[in-house]
């Protein structure tokens, strides 16, 4: 299974709803708050190259934010569903 990880701030509601949306989908994730940690602050913003909270790594892969990850999650099933059940014209 792919290594979730998620940079962190605990006064952030995008890391909450963030957090939330990865539990709704049963995806184990491992946190990482840097609310008091400038040094964890400090890689996040290295390794993303952004600078708010919440950022989301896939396997080392920086995937960005909430909004980034709702929007890829998204795009992910409308491909899913277009792969598995192709249009049919109705009759
Ligand atoms: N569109 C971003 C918004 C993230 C955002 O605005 N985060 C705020 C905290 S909730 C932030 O990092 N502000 C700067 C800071 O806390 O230093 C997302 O969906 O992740």
């Keep these: 299974m792919a290594r979730v990880v998620i940079y962190?701030?605990?006064y952030?509601?995008?890391?909450?709803?963030?957090?939330?949306?990865?539990r709704?989908?049963?995806v184990q994730f491992e946190e990482i708050d840097v609310t008091d940690d400038p040094a964890k602050r400090a890689e996040m913003e290295r390794l993303?190259?952004?600078w708010t909270v919440p950022q989301i790594f896939?396997?080392?892969q920086p995937i960005g934010g909430y909004d980034d990850m709702r929007e890829l999650e998204s795009?992910?099933?409308t491909r899913s569903?277009?792969?598995?059940?192709?249009?049919?014209r109705r009759r």
């Design 8 to 10: 962190t701030t605990s």
């Design 12 to 22: 952030c509601p995008y890391c909450t709803g963030a957090k939330a949306f990865l």
């Design 24 to 26: 709704a989908k049963k």
């Design 48 to 50: 993303s190259q952004r």
């Design 58 to 60: 896939i396997d080392g």
């Design 75 to 77: 795009k992910w099933t």
């Design 81 to 88: 569903v277009a792969r598995s059940r192709p249009l049919t």
